[in-house]
């Protein structure tokens, strides 16, 4: 019996990237949380707010910026490491097709009833493209106001402390939102958890990518820049 084929979606660069982004972003956000009891900082100490005192804040503390520095970095390590991927992605996210637009209707249905089919997508589809935008946007208002709050402190007035402080927590509410529905497709969902293998083997199922990027495999195909597999790496014979 023929074994399914794989197709590349994602090299070891991107991944590593993908992970490092992750992983900061997760620590971030749990332990930005804790934060969010004190939003004024000259305030009174309320709630989960006294885990903010002494060493075990201090603690808090290092671990959020250390994830900081890795959230910063991140996106500037793909550049630097995956140019052409950068600006070749970068290319298609700007660029929203009568496709793309057509996936918010049909897609909702396909995915929750199995009926219809989502129209053809290019290597992101829209929904993807929506949650790289938020997590851009988000990702310029954390390091922006992030990098004030941690490094400017005290040379900048009240009010843009405050408005920084603002700029974090609105980053924080919309991007909480887009990284649970993606966590929620990547890990749990039936069909598109199948993308999970993409950001550990870089390779998906060629029926599954036809399905949900037929638009991109057509186009590696016809290029003959398509990189197939009968197995993904470390799944046997390749």
Same mark, same amino acid.
């Given at each position: 019996?023929?074994?399914?084929?794989?197709?590349?979606?994602?090299?070891?660069?991107?991944?590593?990237?993908?992970?490092?982004?992750?992983?900061?972003?997760?620590?971030?956000?749990?332990?930005?949380?804790?934060?969010?009891?004190?939003?004024?900082?000259?305030?009174?100490?309320?709630?989960? =707010?006294?885990?903010?005192? /002494?060493? !075990?804040?201090?603690? @808090? $503390?290092?671990?959020?910026? %250390?994830?900081?520095?890795? +959230? *910063?970095?991140?996106?500037?390590?793909?550049?630097?490491?995956?140019?052409?991927?950068?600006?070749?992605?970068?290319?298609?996210?700007?660029?929203?097709?009568?496709?793309?637009?057509?996936?918010?209707?049909?897609?909702?249905?396909?995915?929750?009833?199995?009926?219809?089919?989502?129209?053809?997508?290019?290597?992101?589809?829209?929904?993807?493209?929506?949650?790289?935008?938020?997590?851009?946007?988000?990702?310029? =208002?954390?390091?922006?106001? /992030?990098? !004030?709050?941690?490094? @400017? $402190?005290?040379?900048?007035? %009240?009010?843009?402390?405050? +408005? *920084?402080?603002?700029?974090?927590?609105?980053?924080?509410?919309?991007?909480?939102?887009?990284?649970?529905?993606?966590?929620?497709?990547?890990?749990?969902?039936?069909?598109?958890?199948?993308?999970?293998?993409?950001?550990?083997?870089?390779?998906?199922?060629?029926?599954?990518?036809?399905?949900?990027?037929?638009?991109?495999?057509?186009?590696?195909?016809?290029?003959?820049?398509?990189?197939?597999?009968?197995?993904?790496?470390?799944?046997?014979?390749?």
């Amino acid at each position: 019996m023929a074994r399914e084929a794989w197709i590349r979606k994602f090299t070891g660069r991107q991944i590593f990237v993908h992970w490092l982004f992750g992983i900061s972003w997760l620590v971030l956000a749990l332990t930005g949380a804790l934060f969010l009891w004190r939003p004024d900082p000259h305030g009174t100490v309320t709630g989960l =707010g006294v885990y903010l005192q /002494g060493s !075990v804040g201090q603690t @808090l $503390r290092t671990v959020h910026r %250390v994830a900081a520095v890795g +959230l *910063m970095l991140a996106p500037l390590l793909y550049i630097v490491l995956e140019p052409r991927g950068f600006f070749r992605d970068l290319k298609e996210l700007v660029t929203i097709t009568r496709n793309d637009l057509r996936f918010f209707v049909t897609g909702p249905v396909f995915y929750t009833t199995g009926k219809g089919h989502v129209p053809p997508q290019g290597r992101y589809n829209g929904g993807h493209k929506l949650n790289y935008w938020i997590v851009i946007l988000t990702w310029i =208002g954390f390091v922006v106001s /992030g990098t !004030v709050m941690w490094l @400017l $402190r005290g040379a900048v007035s %009240v009010q843009t402390f405050r +408005l *920084m402080l603002l700029i974090h927590s609105l980053s924080f509410f919309v991007g909480v939102p887009m990284a649970l529905i993606h966590l929620y497709l990547t890990l749990l969902h039936p069909f598109t958890r199948q993308a999970l293998s993409a950001v550990i083997s870089g390779y998906v199922k060629l029926s599954y990518a036809r399905m949900e990027h037929r638009q991109w495999v057509e186009e590696e195909l016809a290029r003959g820049t398509a990189e197939l597999r009968e197995a993904p790496p470390g799944a046997g014979a390749a």
